[in-house]
């Protein structure tokens, strides 16, 4: 029998959001051991991959040791990320003799000390576990990858879509890809390609520019040598020296055959690297003043600035604003979402039905916005807790923390004390607001809010407002990433070249 190990460490960071991410984030999300990662995780996200894969094999033993998950948000910070690393460790060790470690992370979590989470745990495992133990890991799409994480695994698998709703599909392919290595039926090489380049603007797939590389990737994948192919368009919030796009290519042996598959990719992608760019989105103003021109609704609002799933603090209030100053054109309802702990406080003081006056937002960013202050009922409250509906997460559990709706006019604000998954309908649904019925929805979603919402938006409108998400990664303070680096420098170049 052979006994693989399962476990799961995931944060998408951004460092541009003030306030970092504790250990309390990752025990809102739930920090799991044991037997209870598989009941939380079952059918569910990469781990319910894992479990499927290793369900359809006869002589495979999964361990689960650990999951630990928070949602998008700041630096983690020392103590937390300390804390996640001797864990992991520990719980690895308690698993005794295991053949491989299968691990389900997300590849751009950043922490005070480390700016390579990911990397140095692995780098760490391989270190105590050595050479014999085969390692694989699943990354988000967004994952950042970095020369430790390639040097440690013998093979690492990103999604294939954006918004990402094949994050099950890509645990199971990874857990099959290591099975197999484990049987000595593949023997697994990694190369890869990194890009100078980082970029924020449609990487939709399919549906963007992307899409024909995505394409590509599937068709070499069905080449007998080669297992898998990524391309990870990376998290630009992040400030790392090895900051930057990459394709990954895991092969069958031919090592050469990978890295010229790598190259070629990375090639095609740098040639047409100004597809990549944002456009230019509506202000605040303009959006709301264009949704209330549209016929019906729901006019969907992609706050891409403030964007919780980009973890931005989801505090900012320019739109908020726009609205408040448009409440009496609404016909309809408006609905936003804004993180504030303590206005969540006042507003559970005053007591469902109560009229409240607070200011909300603009307390954790406070570079990018300011608090607004409302006068509203205060509608429900709840505990911020519901099942995600999905395509994107589908069946993750939500921790929003204490939730309430503050009825403004027309105006519709669900105040929490954590971020949501903003992508998501189920999170307006959570607290009894239907976004079906809403003239203007704000989703603080770049892309992935898509995946659930374009079926039934009437129009969608891309905001780029202030925020620490901003796609104008320009405007952004990076200190330590590798220059020169397009779109940030004029004078990038890029040439590929064959290893072998
Ligand atoms: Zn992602």
């Known amino acids: 029998m052979l006994r693989v190990a399962v476990g799961m460490l995931s944060q998408e960071t951004n460092v541009f959001n003030p ?65 996640l690393k001797e864990k992991f460790l520990e719980e690895l060790r308690k698993a005794g003799e295991v053949d491989g470690i299968l691990l389900a992370m997300h590849g751009a979590m950043t922490a005070e000390d480390e700016y390579d989470v990911e990397g140095d745990l692995l780098d760490e495992i391989r270190k105590e576990w050595g050479e014999d133990v085969l390692i694989a890991i699943s990354l988000d799409h967004h994952g950042n990858i970095t020369e430790r994480m390639v040097k440690a695994v013998d093979a690492l698998v990103g999604y294939h879509t954006e918004p990402h709703v094949d994050m099950f599909e890509t645990g199971y392919k990874v857990a099959k890809i290591l099975f197999s290595a484990l049987k000595g039926l593949v023997k697994p090489v990694i190369t890869w390609r990194k890009l100078p380049m980082i970029a924020s603007g449609d990487l939709r797939v399919p549906g963007g520019p992307l899409e024909e590389f995505f394409r590509k990737a599937e068709e070499y994948e069905r080449l007998r040598e080669i297992i898998s192919v990524s391309i990870f368009p990376e998290n630009p919030y992040i400030d790392s020296p090895e900051l930057g796009w990459s394709v990954v290519v895991v092969a069958d042996g031919n090592r050469s055959l990978a890295q010229k598959i790598a190259d070629e990719l990375a090639k ?41 799933n980009s973890g931005a603090p989801g505090d900012g209030t320019a739109i908020l604003k726009e609205l408040l100053k448009h409440n009496d054109e609404l016909s309809e309802k408006a609905m936003i979402t804004i993180t504030d702990p303590e206005a969540v406080d006042e507003a559970i003081r005053a007591g469902v039905g109560n009229e409240v006056t607070v200011e909300v937002g603009g307390k954790i960013d406070r570079v990018h916005s300011q608090p607004v202050e409302v006068t509203g009922r205060v509608k429900t409250i709840s505990d911020g807790r519901f099942i995600v509906k999905g395509p994107m997460e589908k069946k993750f559990e939500a921790n929003m923390k204490r939730t309430v709706v503050l009825e403004v006019g027309n105006i519709y604000i669900v105040v929490s004390e954590s971020t949501g998954p903003a992508h998501d309908p189920s999170l307006y649904r959570s607290v009894g607001l239907e976004p079906r019925d809403a003239k203007i929805v704000v989703v603080k979603s770049p892309m992935g809010f898509r995946a659930a919402y374009e079926p039934f938006a009437k129009e969608i409108i891309i905001v780029h407002g202030p925020g620490a998400a901003t796609p104008d990664l320009k405007s952004l303070n990076y200190k330590t990433i590798p220059r020169p680096i397009f779109p940030l420098d004029e004078d990038v170049s890029f040439e590929p070249l064959n290893n072998e």
């Open 268 to 308: 095609g992608i740098w040639n047409k690297r100004y597809l990549f760019l944002p456009k230019r989105g509506a202000s605040p103003r303009e959006a709301v003043e264009r949704a209330l021109k549209v016929k019906g609704g729901p006019v969907v609002l992609s706050d891409w600035s403030d964007a919780t």
């Open 19 to 83: 306030s970092p991410t504790t250990i309390e984030h990752f025990e809102a999300s739930g920090i799991l051991f044991g037997d209870e990662v598989f009941k939380r995780w079952r059918n569910v996200g990469e781990v319910g991959g894992f479990i499927k894969a290793s369900e359809e094999e006869r002589d495979v033993h999964l361990v689960p040791i650990m999951s630990a998950s928070a949602m998008p948000w700041g630096k983690c910070n020392a103590e937390t990320h300390k804390f």
